[in-house]
């Protein structure tokens, strides 16, 4: 932990996670908002309600593509085993 502390008094940052499973929620303003609240003057750092709005905006465009993903696979799941209204 003293060594973590050392290196954030020193201006040093973590870099962004490449392992698949971690690095696919830390894409794009997700990562940003992260970033952001780093910079070396908290004056500069972005707002917690900013913070908030981002997340949530993420959680439910995440949540909106898994649904549809869904769709898709009774879709598929049920256009292949009879023939029936398809789902949108």
């Known amino acids: 932990m003293k060594d ?7 201006g040093k940052r973590p870099s962004r ?7 696919r929620w830390l894409q794009g303003p997700i990562w940003d ?5 780093w910079h070396d003057q908290p004056k500069q750092r ?13 959680s439910q465009q995440t949540a909106e ?3 549809q993903r869904e769709v898709n696979e009774m879709n598929e799941v049920s256009s ?9």
């Open 4 to 10: 973590m502390i050392a290196k954030t008094r020193a």
């Open 46 to 58: 972005c707002q917690l309600s900013d913070m908030y709005n981002t997340f949530s905006l993420q």
């Open 17 to 23: 996670p490449t392992d698949s499973g971690q690095s």
């Open 65 to 67: 593509s898994e649904i």
């Open 33 to 37: 908002v992260i970033t952001s609240g």
């Open 80 to 88: 292949s085993t009879s023939p029936s209204p398809r789902l949108t």
